[in-house]
């Protein structure tokens, strides 16, 4: 519909697909063991998604692993109590690798509607495509899907024993981890603190598409600016992702995803249950390019109806 042309024509100018782009978050944190081989094959498999998002953290002595947390809250470690409350480490950066690597695994979807203090971990099975997993080995894996990667507030860390001390020196690491991927696949590095992406272009210039910073997002509802190669990443709701934001965003070169998860008290997840057709559609009549969501498979057969109704 935007400037004319029909929705379900558009190819979107960062990830270069036919619109709109179904993203799995996380994998699908309520459908799949988030962020594990298990989830990633729900979500390209199942949900039949397009982009996969996920999250990378840094351990305690500096290796990248797919995970959002930071807290450990769903995760079973060998060795560690399996009742999270009572631990008294449980981030993933109180971790080295070697206390994670295939001792790690990652509880179904039902153990993230529990209270902290009834979280049992000792059922869950010891099945390694349920285990953590570094970013590397998840980039050999998965060589084929384009993806949508937010880089986590441990990247700030000074690493012990090592000669990155903060910022900088993990955005270098992490960018040599991404220009030594063999898949030829779109990369878009996200995040929701300004000074990392501010920090990540720096070194990399433009060879990755990336978000919008916080303060870029202000600035689009008042300034035109540069677009070509950014993604604003934004809430669900309209306020946001005003017909005028996309259409501004669009014409400038840029793509529009948004989250159906949560954020804060103000933007509850529409993906918490199964989204209703209204709520999807809405946002998809809107022009969007993307939608992020917990529920992929959820999403793909509304998604489905409202292409084939376009």
Known sequence: MGNGN?????????????????????????EAPESTVMAFHHALEVARVDVLELDVQLTRDGRFVVWHGPDLNNVRIEGIGDRPSKRDRNKIYDYDWAELDGRAWVADPAVKSLDVNQIDLSDVPKEEDRSLLLFEDFLKKFSYSPLNIEIKESFNRHINGNDRKG?????????????????????????????FIVEFRKQNGEKYPTGLSTMEQLFLQVLNMKMKNRALETVHSH????????????????????????????????????????????????????????????????MDRWIAAH
């Open 6 to 30: 029909p929705l379900s024509s558009r190819i979107d100018p960062i990830f270069k697909l036919k619109t709109p782009i179904l993203f799995g978050h996380r994998g699908g944190v309520l």
């Open 167 to 195: 910022l900088k020196d993990n955005i270098r690491a992490f960018s040599n981890i991404l220009n030594a991927d063999a898949g030829n696949r779109v990369k878009v590095v996200v995040s929701s603190t300004d000074e």
């Open 239 to 302: 306020l946001f992702t005003t017909r005028k934001i996309i259409d501004r965003v669009r014409e400038e070169g840029g793509a529009t995803f948004v989250f159906l998860t949560e954020f804060g008290p103000f933007f509850p997840a529409l993906d918490q249950h199964d989204p209703s057709e209204k709520d999807i559609f809405e946002i998809l009549d809107r022009g969007v390019d993307g939608i992020m969501t917990d529920r992929p498979k959820s999403v793909r057969d509304i």
